[in-house]
Nanobody, 127 residues
């Protein structure tokens, strides 16, 4: 059974940091692209960052470039999202998603491209 479980969300002050984890079970991430998306109340789900497992290519939304870093731990079958310099506008539910992907040079980064989704973890940035 394919499952993605996010963790690491919480309440943090502006300028603070959080590290989100996406643990996969039921499949290995070797030939999957993994994406992080977020959805704020009343807004559409938006891409945050994605990583192509095959060659490690990454994609970042303009709003998080230089602040967020996506990475993976193959041994733990887990992908991380390190979020630094957090802003109130980063407040949202964060979801990880996976899709089987074998290509090079392109990182899937649209929500409709992804097959499997986690349940989400809440991130709140507030003083």
């Amino acid at each position: 059974q394919v499952q993605l479980v996010e963790s690491g969300g919480g309440l943090v002050q502006p300028g603070g940091s959080l590290r989100l984890s996406c643990a996969a079970s039921g499949f290995t991430l070797d030939y999957y692209a993994i994406g992080w998306f977020h959805q704020a109340p009343g807004k559409e789900r938006e891409v945050v960052s994605c990583i192509s497992k095959r060659d490690g290519s990454t994609y970042y939304a303009d709003s998080v470039k230089g602040r967020f870093t996506i990475s993976r731990d193959n041994a733990k079958n887990t992908v991380y999202l390190q979020m630094n310099s957090l802003k109130p506008e980063d407040t949202a539910v964060y979801y990880c998603a996976a899709v089987a992907y074998y290509g090079l040079g392109y990182v899937p980064h649209r929500s409709y491209e992804y097959t499997y989704w986690g349940q989400g973890t809440q991130v709140t940035v507030s003083s």
